[in-house]
Nanobody, 124 residues
Framework: QVQLVESGGGLVQAGGSLRLSCLAS????????MGWFRQAPGKEREVVAA????????YYADSVKGRFTISRDNAKNTVYLQMNSLKPEDTAVYYC?????????????????WGQGTQVTVSS
């Protein structure tokens, strides 16, 4: 089992920044691919970014490329999502997820463990 706890969400004005953190605990979480997903009201959950176990490979959704950065510190069992130049359309609940894959995966079904989510609200 892997437990995930997100933090760092909040209310920010458009153009501002937030840094989300995801603390992982449990079995061999450092070998898992980690992903950040988001779900806006009335919409399906979608992948935002993903990072492989070593941090050598990353993936970004087109909507966040150049604005968001995913990183991980395996010594601290923590994954981060730095979000810059935030837009109102980034408003959503953001979820951290862990998938038992050595390479990057982006489909929801490939992630076995999920955090409870943290709300990000961007005002215009």
């Amino acid at each position: 089992q892997v437990q995930l706890v997100e933090s760092g969400g909040g209310l920010v004005q458009a153009g501002g920044s937030l840094r989300l953190s995801c603390l992982a605990s449990g079995r061999t979480s450092s070998t898992y691919t980690m992903g950040w997903f988001r779900q806006a009201p009335g919409k399906e959950r979608e992948v935002v970014a993903a990072i492989n176990w070593s941090g050598s490979s990353t993936y970004y959704a087109d909507s966040v490329k150049g604005r968001f950065t995913i990183s991980r510190d395996n010594a601290k069992n923590t994954v981060y999502l730095q979000m810059n130049s935030l837009k109102p359309e980034d408003t959503a609940v953001y979820y951290c997820a862990a998938g038992p894959s050595w390479s990057i995966v982006v489909a929801l079904y490939e992630y076995d463990y999920w955090g409870q989510g943290t709300q990000v609200t961007v005002s215009s």
